[in-house]
T-cell receptor, first 112, second 116 residues
Framework: AQKITQTQPGMFVQEKEAVTLDCTYD???????LFWYKQPSSGEMIFLIY??????QNATEGRYSLNFQKARKSANLVISASQLGDSAMYFC?????????FGQGTELSVKP | EPEVTQTPSHQVTQMGQEVILRCVPI?????FYWYRQILGQKVEFLVS????????KSEIFDDQFSVERPDGSNFTLKIRSTKLEDSAMYFC??????????????FGPGTRLTVL
């Protein structure tokens, strides 16, 4: 069974608008961490944001915020004021033990 | 800002040949990882390494794979006899803490391995 599910293979957004990338997860561990990484066409993996299962507030990092709904087991990434440079693959990941388990990714295209 | 480095950026090899992929983790990090990403697919965990031992490995990490920290700075992944299906991007990552620690893993830029 998939532990991390990203149901949107591709998304389009107009420049300067906000976009939400979906991520649901499956775990029975009460303590876990959720991460989002960006992978531009050059291939590197860039850490964006982290949410801990016990964190009381949703994580925010600049234009990135995480809409964490624990009961629904979802950890959606919200990018506000999209920029052309945001066009990339976005991966949601969950820390299980020491390793990261990644979802299939969402390819975001920002239109001018 | 400290970063994980990997060499080479691209390696082309013939099927059956041995390859060694090299990584220099961030200097104060204690936990090291290898992941791979087959073209167009998700990133998959291969192995984690701590205190000169493998902590965890996936089913992908079979007897053809090995990891080593030959000195105080390098961390290597060796594929003994490459197969066509080993063609992928290989990422090295490091973190300060391991299991139970929710700090981020810092990824290197990757080595693209092409097996012909």
């Amino acid at each position: 069974a998939q532990k991390i599910t990203q149901t949107q293979p591709g998304m389009f957004v107009q420049e300067k608008e906000a976009v939400t990338l979906d991520c649901t997860y499956d775990t029975s561990d009460p303590s876990y961490g959720l991460f989002w990484y960006k992978q531009p066409s050059s291939g590197e993996m860039i850490f964006l944001i982290y949410q801990g299962s016990y964190d009381q507030q949703n994580a925010t990092e600049g234009r990135y915020s995480l809409n964490f709904q624990k009961a629904r087991k979802s950890a959606n990434l919200v990018i506000s004021a999209s920029q052309l440079g945001d066009s990339a693959m976005y991966f949601c990941a969950m820390r299980e033990g020491g390793k990261l388990i990644f979802g299939q990714g969402t390819e975001l295209s920002v239109k001018p | 800002e400290p970063e994980v480095t990997q060499t080479p950026s691209h390696q082309v090899t013939q099927m059956g040949q041995e390859v060694i992929l090299r990584c220099v983790p961030i200097s104060n990090h204690l936990y090291f990882y290898w992941y791979r990403q087959i073209l167009g697919q998700k990133v998959e965990f291969l192995v984690s390494f701590y205190n000169n031992e493998i902590s965890e490995k996936s089913e992908i990490f079979d007897d053809q794979f090995s990891v080593e920290r030959p000195d105080g700075s390098n961390f290597t992944l060796k594929i003994r006899s490459t197969k066509l299906e080993d063609s992928a991007m290989y990422f090295c990552a490091s973190s300060v803490r391991g299991a139970g620690g929710f700090d981020e893993q810092f990824f290197g830029p990757g080595t693209r391995l092409t097996v012909l």
